[in-house]
Structures are given as C-alpha cells and as structure tokens.
C-alpha cells in the first residue's frame, strides 16, 4: 500500500476522510504531518521516502524542499493557486503538479461581494462604533448602492464569471478584462470586455481575479491605480502580490481612490509570523521589507478592510477541496492525473 503524506490536515479534515473509508478505497496509508513544510520546516526522515505529498498554500515547496524528497513524483495541492510550488524545479525532477481548480468559484466570489457591501455601506464602521463606543447612530455612515455602479472584473474565470452573475443581480453595468477573452460568457452574463486601462478608467469598484505568476507581478502598481477614479475601490480576493502594496498606500492616503477590500497581502506569510521572520539571521530584501511596513500602514488605515485570507474557507468549499484532492490522488495511482498545472515556459 503506497503511504502518502498530507501536511497541515487539520483535525476534522482527516475525520472526513476517516469517517469516509476515503483512504481505504484509495488504497493509500496517510501519513499525517501537522506542520507544513518548507526550507525552513523540512520533512522528517521517514516523509523523504514518499512518492506523494499533499499540501497546502502555506508550505513552500521549492529547490530546497525537493532536494530533501529524492523519491518524490507527485504533489497534490489543496488549492486552487499553485505560486507556492516551484514549478519549473518539480518538471525538471519529473515531478508532477495537481491542483483543485474549482472549489470556490462561489465562495470566493460570494467573499468579494461581502468586502464590496461592507465598504459600500459601512457596516464594519457602524459595528465597532456600537462596539466599542456604544453610540447607536447612522451619523458620518452613509454609503452608496452598489445597483447602477461600474464593476470592473479583472479575470473571467471561474470565480470571475460568478462574480459576473452576482453583479447581474444587483443591477450594476459589468466591465470586464482578460488575456483569454470568453465572448460566450460574456454574452450570456452580459458584461462587456474592454481594454484594461479603459476598464481601470471606468469602474466605480475593480475586482481582482487571476491567477498570480510573474508576469502579472504588480498588475495594480502606481501607474494603473493613477488611473481609477478617485471614488473608485479596489477588491482583492485572488493574491497579494497582484498589487503594488506601496503604490496602493499612497493612493489610498492620497484620496486617489477611496478605498480597499484585501483579503490577501503581498508578504501575508510575513504577517502571520512577524516576530519569526524579524528574527531570521538571513537578509531580507529591502522590496519584502518595505512591503511589511506598508502593510502595517494598511491596517490602520479608516477606509481598507483586511480580511485573513479567508475568502475560501466555508465548510462546504473545504469538503470541495477534499473531494477534489482525494479525486485526483485516485486518477494519479491509476496512470491517468487530472487537474495538472505546468509552468508557463
């Protein structure tokens, strides 16, 4: 029976598939693994020996992971993003990469509409104001309605075209951007694909969802969010690194545009374990650096709601990812994988 590794499972996730029998139709012996796993965090002598590991978007699997995994031939991430394996380092060892390409396609997309309503109306605001204050008062709260505004969607995928379809519902104009346009769905949700510029230019609220990788490194820097309208907000439910943190401050502060929706930041592994990585002997470089002070910045400012990169996380898109994951364990051990992901050469 082939053993597999699964880092950070958490408790009830290996239930699921206990109380399953999952793992008995597999034909597979998990091996449970509550760290993850990176540079820092290698595996134990017995995890080197695994043709199989799963993982989630906190490990790093990168050179000096593989290194330490000579017999490993295939990784199975429990997520849809992928930036955490280095790609091009598993195809040059052979290593194969699948992913779980759909499982929040609504939830993430219903996630963007809670960021969108809670800046729109001021909920937050209005809540801590009761909260810590205790005056109940609609005064310095009012919003706007998100029926006729301006949605610009930048990426029709999946969770692009959900969002699309929500938007539908609240009778708002939809712009739309893509590298791959989908005429079809276009038509049939009724947005319109407009150069990305034009769509920067145009939209009331610019909402994020590629895929992050090189090429689109700072899609939204200083340049592009010069180019929103001044009552324009941005939401940000896909990766961190898509927008220039820095850039993003300044506007903000500078009422470039009027404000933020983020549940993902440029070194958000940073600011889950600050004290940590201040205390790495290694030198850090000064771009990460001043990414972590800007999203400190961020955090104190009236008009950005951060969130912990929660977008995904309902039961019912965990048990999708699951499902997924144990789906493409399967079709792997019979010669056949699914879901694989390959570097853009």
């Not at 597999?26 to 760290?35: C, G, N, Q, S």
């Not at 490990?59 to 490993?72: D, F, G, I, R």
């Not at 029709?156 to 893509?178: C, E, N, S």
Request: charged share 25%; with cysteine; glycine share 8%.
């Amino acid at each position: 029976m082939i053993k597999v590794a699964f880092f950070g499972l958490e408790g009830w996730e290996k239930e699921y598939y206990q109380n399953r029998g999952i793992f008995t139709k597999l034909a597979i012996e998990p091996v449970f693994v509550d760290d993850i796993i990176t540079a820092d965090k290698l595996p134990s002598p017995a995890v080197k020996e695994m043709e199989i590991i799963s993982v989630f978007v906190d490990s790093q699997v990168n050179v000096a992971v593989l290194e330490q995994l000579p017999k490993l031939k295939y990784i199975v991430t429990r997520s849809t993003g992928f930036d955490h394996i280095d790609l091009p380092a598993c195809e040059a060892r052979g290593v194969a990469v699948s992913t779980v390409p759909d499982y929040g396609e609504i939830t993430v997309a219903e996630y963007a509409f809670a960021l969108m309503l809670s800046l729109s109306r001021k909920t937050y605001e209005a809540f801590d104001r009761i909260r810590e204050t205790g005056v109940y008062s609609p005064e310095g709260l009012k919003g706007f309605d998100l029926y006729g505004k301006t949605l610009g969607i930048v990426g029709t995928g999946r969770i692009g075209k959900h969002v699309a379809k929500i938007a539908k519902g609240f009778g708002m104009k939809i712009l739309a951007y893509d590298i791959y346009p989908n005429d079809e769905a276009a038509t049939a949700l009724g947005f319109v694909y407009v150069p990305r510029d034009d769509l920067l230019r145009q939209s009331d609220i610019v909402t994020l969802h590629v895929p992050y990788m090189p090429a689109n490194h700072h899609l939204i820097n200083e340049e592009k969010l010069a180019l929103m309208k001044p009552g324009a907000y941005l939401i940000n439910t896909a990766r961190g690194p898509l927008v220039d943190t820095q850039a993003l401050v300044k506007a903000l502060k500078e009422g470039k545009i009027a404000g933020a929706g983020l549940d993902v930041l440029e070194e958000e592994g940073v600011v889950k374990d600050e004290f940590g990585y201040l205390m790495k002997k290694r030198e850090e470089s000064e771009a990460d650096l001043k990414a972590v002070i800007a999203n400190h910045i961020l955090f104190d400012l009236p008009n950005v709601i951060i969130t912990p990169h929660n977008a995904f996380n309902t039961q019912e898109a965990l048990e999708r990812i699951l499902e997924t994951t144990a789906k493409n364990i399967g079709e792997y051990l019979k010669g056949a994988p699914i879901n694989t992901v390959k570097s853009k050469k």
